[in-house]
């Protein structure tokens, strides 16, 4: 079984460009999960979806963020227009239930270099 | 809120050492706890976890105990290995509630020397 997956794995723009970060849960994964970890902090979460809807978006950090699930299955992250402070790491995460017990699956990553 | 405190890094050892990394949380209820690790160029894998107190979470030679009263999950390893060198995440999910997001400490480099 494929485990989940993000595209590109690196990827670095100028400030006040768009980029669009790409997530594939695993199969079957209604709930899918972004998160970020900027300058080596913590790592804190964006949002949620529960297949297309967007269960809790209290994280996202601001109206430059638009994240998307159309049908359900991946998702998409775009940041528009890029700052220099949005540069880190971008994980997403996809869990077969939303139960405390159901375990989250990470991607590798995308890593955003804002210059 | 919801917070998780850890051990700051980084932390070097020699092979074969005793290991423990520090993690305390504060959140309301028996939230469920984990250990995510991060190895170089790769992403976040889930280490071991525990639902409730007094579990005991264990995997590839790793323990942790759900202790209530401290409100902590320790990370220990009787003897590391070169290839734990990693990034170390302790993180919980609330026990009640919608939200499932996980919420993060702030990550434990460890380096282990030959």
């Known amino acids: 079984e494929a485990g989940v997956t993000q595209f590109p794995s690196h990827s670095v723009i100028e400030k006040g460009q768009t980029v669009t970060l790409r997530c594939d849960p695993i199969?079957?994964?209604?709930?899918l999960y972004w998160y970020r970890r900027v300058m080596g902090k913590e790592i804190k979460f964006l949002l949620h979806?529960?297949?297309?809807?967007?269960?809790?978006e209290s994280g996202m950090p601001n109206n430059r963020f638009l994240a998307e699930r159309t049908g359900g299955t991946y998702s998409t992250l775009k940041v528009q227009p890029a700052e220099l402070e949005d540069s880190g790491v971008y994980f997403c995460?996809?869990?077969?239930?939303?139960?405390?017990?159901?375990?989250?699956?990470f991607g590798p990553g995308t890593r955003l270099t804002v210059l | 809120g919801n917070s998780v405190t850890q051990m700051e890094g980084p932390v070097t050892l020699s092979e074969e050492a005793f290991l423990t990394i520090n993690c305390t949380y504060t959140?309301?209820?028996?939230?469920?706890l984990f250990w995510y690790v991060q190895y170089p160029g790769e992403g976040l894998q889930l280490l071991l976890k525990?639902?409730?107190?007094?579990d005991k979470g264990s995997n590839k030679g790793f323990e942790a105990t759900y202790r209530k009263e401290t409100t902590s999950f320790h990370l220990e390893k009787g003897s590391v290995q070169v290839s734990d060198s990693a990034v170390y995440f302790c993180?919980?999910?609330?026990?009640?509630?919608?939200?499932?997001?996980?919420?993060f400490g702030s990550g434990t480099q460890l380096t282990v020397l030959p």
């Open positions: 525990a639902t409730k107190a007094d």
């Open positions: 995460a996809s869990s077969q239930g939303p139960t405390k017990t159901n375990t989250q699956y």
């Open positions: 993180a919980l999910t609330p026990s009640s509630g919608s939200a499932r997001q996980l919420t």
């Open positions: 979806f529960v297949k297309e809807s967007k269960q809790d």
């Open positions: 199969s079957g994964h209604d709930n």
């Open positions: 959140a309301t209820g028996y939230p469920s």
